[in-house]
């Protein structure tokens, strides 16, 4: 499992579940709470499997249960819920230049996460193309399975599990921007990319810290791709003589 | 859940999926568009700085710690660099992410959380 270009050995699709194990770490505690979460906003556990099935957007679902919950009027949750879900329209054409010519590319974007986006934008261009497919196929469905399987046992036992062991619950969401950092520092391999990244993070945390967590997504994106073109445009400084 | 509830899953649910699937529509074809006219680049730019970007936005967004203490940002901190150096020892996906959470779990246990 290496970010550079490993030879594979075993078939791409077992290749995709093994590199996307170290998302469940993320996945699964937030997938508990989200079961969680859910049953105590008045859902029962099938409900709150359907949800994870079928929207499968993460922070968004914690809105949807909540705001429904709230008893808003529901074009307002929808609305809400695909406007947090914004982001993911510029993650496929990233992508698209690395799929091939198969039908069941647009199908499988049900399962284009954050994660999932950050993971193939890394692996696909190192893959040879006739195991991209498999790959990607193989890590989605990995993910999306986590995702339903955690929710399931958040809804049936989360209250238990963060009772015993109230640590995990604390520790293994850091798996997930542990992650994002592995993936995000190779492409600080110049100086005006790293400026737009430093920023970007920067701004997001100070967006999170400032309670504004998802639309602090496309904001920090924004700043930091202010600092993308400003580097680009900066005029050279004289050196003094 | 009532039948309105499921109508604003459904919704939901495909409007979600058309926003992450159009757009893949759209640059396939632009993709096979440019392909015969040969060597025009085909990605916007725009597109290419705003998705790593997103990315990054999800780090800060995620590296905010749960509890506002100095052991929280301590913890972070530490993690951050154990999972940095790991990186650039290892260059690999798995170990620094495990050496990242074990000296953020580390450090918590040691403060008391």
Not at chain 1, 214 to 220: E, S, T
Not at chain 2, 18 to 41: H, T, Y
Request: proline share 6%; charged share 10%.
């Amino acid at each position: 499992m290496t970010t550079t270009s490993p030879p594979l050995t075993a078939s791409a699709w077992l290749v995709g579940v093994r590199e996307a194990i170290p998302l469940l770490g993320g996945y699964i505690p937030i997938a508990i709470s989200f079961g969680l979460v859910a049953v105590q906003a008045g859902f029962t556990t099938w409900e709150a499997v359907a949800i994870s099935t079928l929207i499968y957007a993460g922070a968004s679902q914690f809105v949807f249960v909540g705001m429904a919950a709230a008893g808003a009027p529901l074009w307002l949750v929808v609305g809400m819920t695909l406007l947090i879900n914004l982001r993911h329209v510029v993650y496929a054409p990233n992508l698209a230049a690395h799929m091939s010519s198969s039908r069941w590319w647009p199908a499988l974007m049900h399962g284009l996460t954050d994660q999932v986006f950050a993971l193939a934008l890394t692996r696909l261009p190192q893959l040879p193309s006739e195991q991209r497919l498999g790959w990607y196929s193989g890590a989605a469905l990995l993910a999306w399975f986590a995702w339903i399987a955690g929710t399931a046992a958040g809804a049936i036992g989360g209250e238990w599990v963060v009772q015993r062991w109230p640590l995990l619950g604390e520790v293994m969401p850091f798996a997930l921007p542990a992650l994002f950092l592995v993936l995000v520092a190779p492409r600080m391999s110049n100086f005006r990319w790293a400026c737009a990244t430093i920023v970007t993070v920067l701004a997001g945390l100070a967006l999170a810290l400032g309670g504004i967590a998802n639309a602090g997504i496309p904001l920090a994106a924004l700043t930091g791709a202010l600092c993308f073109y400003t580097v680009k445009h900066a005029p050279t400084r004289r050196r003094c003589a | 859940m009532s039948m309105e509830l499921w109508l604003a899953v459904a919704a939901t649910t495909v409007g979600t999926l058309l926003m992450r699937m159009l757009p893949l529509i759209w640059m396939r074809k632009r993709l096979s568009r440019s392909s015969a006219e040969a060597g025009v680049d085909t990605l916007p730019q725009w597109l290419s700085v705003l998705g790593p970007l997103m990315i990054a936005a999800v780090l800060g967004v995620s590296l905010a710690p749960s509890q506002n203490t100095l052991a929280g940002w301590t913890a972070t901190l530490l993690g951050v660099l154990a999972t940095l150096i790991t990186w650039r020892r290892t260059r690999s996906l798995g170990w620094p992410v495990a050496v990242g959470v074990a000296a953020y779990g580390a450090t918590l246990l040691l403060s008391g959380l």
